[in-house]
Nanobody, 126 residues
């Protein structure tokens, strides 16, 4: 009953920036957590960043210090600001939403997320 739509992907030069957005619609839950995962060719889907309803954030070590996750609860939207992009960051980025969690809990495992977007492609050129 929840739909997620990502936007903001594209082609960027290494060292550049992109800002991804994900809007949730349908029957949302107040205490949800929202996150971003990515999947590169030949690799399995991996955790990137997530944020709780109360704005507690977790980041993968590979992006910490370069990416910033934020959310606007009134708009049911989560953002991922990606700076200092590297070739290793190239992937399809998926937005996900986890229901039934506390305001401070930020799951990092994909199994805890109930809804997924279709993904947005991020390409980093050298």
């Amino acid at each position: 009953q929840v739909q997620l739509v990502e936007s903001g992907g594209g082609l960027v030069q290494a060292g550049g920036s992109l800002r991804l957005s994900c809007a949730a619609s349908g029957r949302t839950v107040n205490n949800d957590a929202m996150g971003w995962f990515r999947q590169a060719p030949g690799k399995e889907r991996e955790f990137v960043a997530a944020i709780s309803w109360g704005a507690k954030a977790n980041y993968a070590d590979s992006v910490k210090g370069r990416f910033t996750i934020s959310r606007d609860n009134a708009k049911n939207t989560v953002y991922l600001q990606m700076d200092s992009l590297k070739s290793e960051d190239a992937a399809v980025y998926y937005c996900a939403l986890s229901v039934g969690v506390s305001r401070s809990y930020v799951p990092v495992a994909a199994v805890y997320y109930n809804y997924w977007g279709r993904g947005t492609q991020v390409t980093v050129s050298s």
